[in-house]
């Protein structure tokens, strides 16, 4: 009865490894769902680098239609500057609208700059936290053959 009661042992042993969780699983979980989170930010910080990018090829039209006019196009000249103010087109000086157009375009190219930077960190975030989900997968890949092995070596010992 002492060797059935030490196959039932080690068959409960067997069992309760098997229907353990793996200390790597919770691990490899959250640094799943980290990743899965920097790819949604990443997709956001690309939509929005890509926004300011219209922006400023928008603003360079304007900038170069309004290199086109030459002159002031004060308001006495036929090739005034018009700003659409709620409902009413409102004269604008030329060397007006410049600047404003100008003052855009620094703030655009002042976000741009903050965007590329957070796609930059994000990046290597992802890339960081891919490094360490392959890690950990190899301590699994590890862990797994040491216990095939164990087991290997027990069913011999039998």
Known sequence: TS?????????????ETMSSPNPHTAEIDGLASRYKSL????QQARVAH???MQQLNENEMVREELDLM???GGAGGEGGVFKLVGPVLMRQDLSEARGTVEKRMGFIN???TKADGKISKLEKQMKETAEKIQFVQGRMQKDAVAAARQVAAEVAAR
Do not use: C, H, I, P
């Open 70 to 72: 030459g002159g002031d």
């Open 110 to 112: 002042g976000e741009m």
């Open 39 to 42: 790819q949604e930010d990443m």
């Open 50 to 52: 890509q926004k300011l």
């Open 3 to 15: 060797g059935t009661q030490d196959k039932k042992k080690t068959d409960g042993q067997q069992r």
